[in-house]
């Protein structure tokens, strides 16, 4: 990125102005790397490497809105191309609070990954005489701070030979949440942009020169002023004192 793209030459692009989201960067040709580099303190934005080739190819836009398109991409790419797993949380009905911590950190986690998650609790033997406690457990289980917030469980637990299970899913709201989190993400970058190209493009502050100079003005009239004043009694003084000698001549 920038001044790390040590070759001479670079390929660029640049994100399209087409009010389409679905428009195509603009290729800007081949360029010298310090002629891009230019370019990019030009727009304010960051050089960065996309595809280190023969020609490598360079792109023009800020880092910080990159990275996040490029991360919003990976997960979308993720999420169609993966089907949701199932994945399994096992404990029994004796299970200690530490323990039980770490189920609950592991389903959390399943869970914000987008997957359906299995709760099962099992017994051994004369442990299943306990059953009732595997069916209050999974209840606890499902209603504790973080799942109850991610995941909703299928119906109700039900036996499955020595075991008490229950299927969970993430909650649909929740899944809208995190949309309309990354949506407003996308609206704020959007407006700090914004704001940035107004700044850049805005009209700059009058500068203080005037005010000094009308305060200098002012200055100088007033001196001027004093001055033509003591020069109109330097004459009346030297009036006087002629006067005074052609009296004490011709008396």
Aim: hydrophobic letters at 30%.
């Amino acid at each position: 990125m920038n001044s790390e793209i040590k070759t001479p030459t670079v390929r660029v692009t640049a994100p399209s102005t087409s009010p389409d989201s679905k428009a195509k960067d603009e290729v800007l040709g081949v360029m010298d790397t310090s002629e891009a580099l230019a370019l990019a303190r030009e727009r304010s934005v960051d050089l960065i490497l996309i595809n280190d080739g023969e020609i490598p190819v360079c792109k023009l836009v800020e880092y910080s809105k990159w990275r996040y398109m490029k991360e919003k991409k990976a997960k979308e790419v993720k999420k169609n191309s993966k089907s949701t797993e199932v994945k399994e949380v096992k404990m029994s009905y004796k299970i200690d609070v530490g323990d039980l911590n770490v189920r609950r950190k592991n389903a959390l986690k399943f869970l914000k990954q987008g997957n359906r998650v299995k709760l099962s609790v099992q017994f051994k033997g004369r442990e299943q005489s306990h059953i009732d406690l595997g069916y209050k457990l999974l209840s606890e289980f499902s209603e504790s701070e973080g799942i109850k917030e991610w995941g909703v469980m299928d119906g109700k637990p039900k036996r499955e030979g020595r075991q008490v299970s229950v299927m969970m899913s993430v909650r649909a709201e929740r899944v809208k949440k995190e949309r309309e989190l990354e949506k407003a993400e996308e609206r704020r970058l959007k407006k700090l942009e914004k704001m940035k190209r107004e700044e850049e493009g805005g009209e700059e502050e009058p500068e203080e020169e005037p005010k000094a100079q009308e305060e200098a003005k002012s200055i100088d009239v007033a001196e001027l002023r004093e001055d033509d004043e003591d020069d109109e009694e330097d004459d009346e003084m030297e009036i006087g004192a002629e006067d005074k000698v052609v009296q004490d001549l011709f008396g």
